[in-house]
């Protein structure tokens, strides 16, 4: 029986923030999933009609991704900045620390979004429970009212998180334009793409807008494999979308963690850790991979073999200089390789013996 990897959880099965008839909010932080550093993880469900309610995080910028549906999201910058855009299926928008947003489903079926976090424990505030906290008398001297004008607002200071709308749906035509917040990635041509699958890219070289966070939108096929790798200065954080995925990660003390990724799930490898990614179990996996820089480096088993004689190579690895294998000269790595050789049981720890 495989035993529970400390490197992955299941997000549809998170923390439940809120289930209702209007939609839903799970998530994975440093709290239930302690492993995270610096990232977190929410899923969010609108049924139509429904609106997440304007709020902002005070302690980190979100990135996310929309799975499904046709939202409407307005954000509220520094400054009075103010945008309306809608995110569709494959779409995704950034919002700085601080910024009012909220996101209000328009379409006729369920919106669903993957929302990633750059904080392990990130903090929310809602606009009702902010309005809450605040006196009649307050309120109606900041809105030149009296202050009974608000006596029948209810109001908490609890977040309401997810509300209904009445009605049809308020779209500014400045909606329909581009705008920095927004960014269309599964409509790029992809930047990397082999026979093993595709890759693209939600990064500062693509989306100036990034400044402390990015994602790669990678598709690998049945027959191709992440290649064993390491980012030097970066944390990843994978959400399973579709398809499932083995994974090898290895830890400082030569201690293997190797384990099954299944849709709805969630992994996280620490800085600088090896490990790869390989399918198996179905025809092809997508993964949404957050990373805690706007660029994030690669540094891969290939690139590294070519970057020192065979005489350093042979020394290093106790064999013979005509033992060595012949290893192709790789000046940049390929990201994906495809997998020739059979897919095989690897073990938890190089003494463990092998199992079928």
């Known amino acids: 029986m495989r035993q529970p990897s400390i490197h992955v959880a299941s997000l549809v099965a998170g923390e439940e923030m809120h289930d209702s008839e209007l939609g839903s909010i799970h998530?994975?932080?440093?709290?239930?999933?302690?492993?995270?550093?610096?990232?977190?993880?929410?899923r969010l469900r609108l049924a139509p009609s429904a609106i997440r309610e304007p709020h902002w995080h005070a302690n980190a910028t979100e990135l996310t991704y929309c799975l499904a549906g046709q939202a409407l999201v307005s954000v509220l910058d520094n400054g009075s900045k103010f945008s309306s855009f809608l995110v569709s299926a494959g779409e995704m928008f950034h919002i700085e620390s601080g910024a009012l947003h909220h996101v209000e489903n328009v379409g006729y079926t369920d919106a669903e979004f993957v929302i990633a976090f750059r904080h392990e424990r990130p903090e929310d505030f809602g606009f009702s429970a902010a309005l809450g906290a605040m006196t009649d008398a307050v309120l109606g001297s900041t809105y030149d009212l009296?202050?009974?004008?608000?006596?029948?607002?209810?109001?908490?200071?609890?977040?309401?998180?997810?509300?209904?709308?009445?009605?049809?749906?308020?779209?500014?035509?400045?909606?329909?334009?581009?705008?920095?917040?927004?960014?269309?990635v599964e409509a790029m041509a992809p930047p990397l793409e082999y026979s093993a699958g595709s890759a693209r890219f939600a990064r500062q070289q693509y989306w100036p807008a990034l400044h402390d966070i990015s994602m790669y939108s990678l598709r690998v096929s049945e027959d191709g494999m992440r290649e064993p790798h390491w980012h030097p200065v970066t944390a990843e954080m994978g959400y399973v979308h579709k398809g499932s995925a083995r994974m090898t990660i290895m830890n400082p003390d030569g201690a293997l963690d190797t384990y099954i990724v299944n849709e709805g799930e969630v992994y996280f490898v620490p800085r600088a850790y090896p490990h790869h990614i390989e399918v198996i179990d179905s025809p092809e996996i997508h993964l949404l991979i957050f990373f805690d820089q706007p660029t994030p480096a690669d540094i891969g088993y290939r690139a590294s073999m070519s970057a020192y004689s065979r005489k350093v190579l042979a020394a290093t690895f106790g064999v013979a200089l005509a033992d060595l294998p012949p290893l192709p000269f790789t000046p940049s790595d390929p990201l994906l390789v495809t997998r020739r050789n059979p897919l095989l049981v690897t073990r938890r720890n190089p003494l463990d013996p092998v199992a079928d």
Do not use: C, Q
């Open 27 to 42: 998530r994975l932080t440093a709290d239930n999933f302690p492993v995270l550093n610096g990232l977190s993880i929410k």
């Open 146 to 184: 009296p202050a009974e004008a608000f006596a029948d607002i209810r109001r908490s200071t609890t977040a309401k998180l997810i509300v209904a709308r009445e009605g049809a749906p308020d779209i500014p035509t400045a909606a329909h334009f581009g705008d920095p917040h927004h960014y269309a």
